[in-house]
T-cell receptor
Framework: DARVTQTPRHKVTEMGQEVTMRCQPILGHNTVFWYRQTMMQGLELLAYFRNRAPLDDSGMPKDRFSAEMPDATLATLKIQPSEPRDSAVYFC????????????FGPGTRLTVT | GQSLEQPSEVTAVEGAIVQINCTYQTSGFYGLSWYQQHDGGAPTFLSYNALDGLEETGRFSSFLSRSDSYGYLLLQELQMKDSASYFCAALYGQNFVFGPGTRLSVLP
């Protein structure tokens, strides 16, 4: 059945290292969202793409985070350099542009930065 | 800024009915979604309201009152598997804002 996939599922890295998270949206979906979830801040929208073009990345720290969609089947979120405060679960979600409110979430990447 | 408020925790017994409230800020508001998240899992979509009134989907219903900037999720015939966190999420233009979540515990 169709679902959003994310890799890796878990990542432990040292402060200062580069981290790349990948997401494959559901085939046919043209909107992709990146979220970060922590106990303190809850679910925060980091970036939002429609038809591979960034619509909103105001929630993303620009100095170290970047998000791209090289093609319709791949979205990436990169952190360089990583810091301990980046430790969180990062979710990717996809949807259709006429139903942006109905998002299908991937299983998440649990990132730990030591 | 755009923020939503929800109760942090709700407890109910199996078979009961529970209502989870959500208040939001009006400026730029388009609609309200509800998501369920089990521990260790990903959020899953439950319902969406753009207009005032009640939307029913099986045991779950969602209500919106735009004049009161308020909505709620109603869960009926509670089951143990309904124990999870429930998030309201508001659509503001091209921005989605999630509420802090309500942790529902269903007791036998």
């Amino acid at each position: 059945d169709a679902r959003v996939t994310q890799t890796p599922r878990h990542k432990v890295t040292e402060m200062g290292q580069e981290v790349t998270m990948r997401c494959q949206p559901i085939l046919g979906h043209n909107t992709v969202f990146w979220y970060r979830q922590t106990m303190m801040q809850g679910l925060e929208l980091l970036a939002y793409f429609r038809n591979r073009a960034p619509l909103d990345d105001s929630g993303m720290p620009k100095d170290r985070f970047s998000a791209e969609m090289p093609d319709a089947t791949l979205a990436t979120l990169k952190i360089q350099p990583s810091e301990p405060r980046d430790s969180a679960v990062y979710f990717c979600a996809s949807g259709s542009s006429n139903r942006d409110y109905e998002q299908y979430f991937g299983p998440g990447t649990r990132l730990t930065v030591t | 800024g755009q923020s939503l408020e929800q109760p942090s925790e709700v407890t109910a017994v199996e078979g009961a009915i529970v209502q989870i409230n959500c208040t939001y800020q009006t400026s730029g508001f388009y609609g309200l979604s509800w998501y369920q998240q089990h521990d260790g899992g990903a959020p899953t979509f439950l319902s969406y309201n753009a207009l005032d009134g009640l939307e029913e989907t099986g045991r779950f219903s969602s209500f919106l009152s735009r004049s009161d900037s308020y909505g709620y999720l109603l869960l009926q015939e509670l089951q143990m598997k309904d124990s999870a966190s429930y998030f309201c999420a508001a659509l503001y233009g091209q921005n989605f804002v999630f509420g802090p979540g309500t942790r529902l515990s269903v007791l036998p």
